[in-house]
């Protein structure tokens, strides 16, 4: 199995627009892996893209990516949806449109039924762009809990009752990877996590001191929405998870590459996403 973290960022890109503060100022002189996109996830054994920031479409470019043949989507959060337009950059071709050639090779779109419920109320006074880029034969929409695309089985778990936000489990032959990039906290009880080679989990909160000093009290109600790096330790320990990749790094956590890079050091086994890195099982 081979997937590309193209976009390990979080809410906010980093740079984040504007901001002269060192880690952006810096991002903006070096690039990438300093700079990062938007959170997404990439798998090449079947052309598969996992969710669309607002930047996915340079993302793509970055990582060089020749082929998008699936998207699929964790929940609604628009760090996780609103680049959706890329659907008509990779698919949409205006000049054969305008004789009456229509798109050959849809993409896939798919996910739980009800994320696919809540992503079809995103659009314009037009209605929903899902709807849109269908009737453009853009795209074919589904709704799975389970499917096997190429050599790959995917399985969807809903974090909760609410049935909103899905945590991805990749199977090729003997190995398994994770991928829970938002809102996956408290982290949903299932014995198919056990024994995972590698989890890709976001949301968690790197360090007690923050961007510009910022000192996260142990009261902060972010503690109880996010991990803590204490909290991504235990859930290793307890589903025996061989390697853990945290992503979705907010630019408010205030770390560099390099700051991110020796704190691994300090951790057995847990290593921090940057654009572009690759994990081949």
């Not at 060192?22 to 090449?44: D, H, M, Q, T």
Request: proline share 4%.
């Amino acid at each position: 199995m081979r997937l590309k973290i193209i976009g390990s960022g979080g809410c906010v890109s980093t740079p984040r627009p504007l901001c002269q503060c060192n880690i952006c100022i810096e991002a903006r002189e070096k690039g990438f892996p300093y700079a990062r996109c938007g959170c997404s996830l990439y798998i090449e054994d079947a052309n598969i893209l996992i969710d669309t920031p607002e930047d996915i479409a340079d993302a793509l470019n970055h990582a060089d990516i020749k082929e998008v043949e699936y998207l699929l989507y964790s929940h609604i959060d628009p760090d996780h949806t609103m680049g959706m337009r890329v659907i008509e950059q990779l698919r949409l071709d205006w000049l054969a449109n305008s004789i009456g050639m229509k798109c050959k090779n849809p993409i896939t779109v798919a996910s739980l039924p009800s994320i696919i419920k809540d992503i079809k109320c995103q659009g314009t006074k037009y209605g929903s762009a899902l709807d849109y880029y269908e009737s453009m034969n853009l795209i074919d929409i589904q709704a799975f809990t389970s499917l096997d695309l190429a050599s790959i089985h995917i399985d969807l778990i809903p974090v909760d009752e609410t049935v909103n936000v899905a945590v991805f489990v990749y199977t090729q032959n003997s190995h398994k990877v994770i991928y829970a990039p938002c809102d996956v906290k408290p982290f949903p009880e299932n014995d198919i996590f056990m024994d995972a080679d590698c989890l890709i989990i976001g949301n968690t909160i790197v360090g007690d001191v923050l961007k510009d000093g910022f000192v996260l009290e142990k009261d902060n109600p972010l503690r109880g929405e996010l991990f803590v790096m204490d909290e991504i330790v235990e859930l290793k320990s307890k589903y025996h998870i061989k390697r853990v990749i945290i992503t979705h790094l907010e630019e408010d956590w205030g770390k560099s590459y390099d700051d991110y890079m020796n704190l691994q050091k300090q951790f057995d086994g847990i290593e921090f996403a940057y654009d572009g890195l690759e994990i081949n099982l």
